[in-house]
């Protein structure tokens, strides 16, 4: 399909029929071996496991009606020893945190994805209610127990002269590196994605050499959108195509 659709960003064809025709080819496959589809796509050798499920409890950015920059917050049951007992624990925690935000005067209306959108506008205080959800659910906030991941969108807060308006503050790149690992050092934060702007390719790279090691990152890409070569591409973060 890539080679019949002949652009770099699936305009002929479209990524949404794209998509879609994968999909319904690869169930076509599967039926034909006479296999479940998760069977059909385990590699060789692999044993098949369920990911984490991550609870988007909290929303800010383009998906909320507050001055939140940070477009999602979510909480991951890491520590759960199975799926259930992981939906268990997000549930709980998402009630714990309505609870809390109540309890502080502070609006439980819902945002585009369902996620509370209380009229907060600094992350860190963020991170600290659902810390504190997470204590108040009867869980250990970090690998052990709950932790919590992040989506920023920060392509939706950088400023065209390349700098970043967090709050009210306007920081360069590396300033918002810097928040990034006081964050990561202050809270139990294991997943950050597009923590820098789609093209802010000098950015991604010191951002991993600081914190690649420590912490999942992703930076979203759409459709596969042409990007300038990178001197170093193995040193940035792997995109995450939507």
């Known amino acids: 399909m890539i080679d019949l659709d002949g652009t770099v960003n699936k305009s002929q064809l479209g990524a949404n029929a794209t998509v879609g ?20 796509l385990t590699p060789s050798g692999v044993t098949p496991s369920l990911p984490v499920p991550h609870f988007n409890v909290l929303n800010g950015g383009v998906h909320a009606p507050n001055l939140l920059d940070f477009q999602e917050f979510m909480v991951a049951p890491v520590g759960a020893p199975s799926m259930a007992e992981a939906v268990r624990a997000g549930a709980e925690v998402y009630s714990a945190l309505r609870r809390e935000l109540s309890g502080r005067k502070l609006s439980t209306g819902l945002g585009d994805e369902g996620g509370f ?31 919590i991941a992040l989506d920023l969108a920060a392509s939706e807060f950088r400023e065209p002269d390349g700098r970043y308006q967090v709050a009210g503050d306007l920081l360069s790149s590396g300033d918002m590196i810097d928040r ?12 950050i994605e597009d923590g820098l702007g789609e093209d802010d390719e000098d950015g991604w790279i010191a951002l991993t050499a600081r914190l690649g090691s420590t912490t999942n ?8 959108p042409t990007r300038p070569s990178s001197p170093a591409p193995s040193r940035a973060a792997s995109p995450t195509p939507r």
Do not use: C, N
């Open 180 to 191: 990034l690992a006081l964050i990561t050092e202050q809270f139990p934060v294991h997943s």
């Open 117 to 147: 959108a209380p009229e907060v506008t600094e992350p860190e205080e963020v991170l600290r209610l659902l810390v504190q959800a997470i204590s108040d659910a009867g869980y250990k906030a970090g690998a052990e127990g709950v932790s």
């Open 21 to 40: 025709a994968s999909m319904a080819l690869a169930r076509a496959l599967a039926a034909s071996a006479g296999l479940p589809l998760w069977q059909w």
């Open 217 to 224: 990152w992703s930076a979203t890409t759409s459709s596969a």
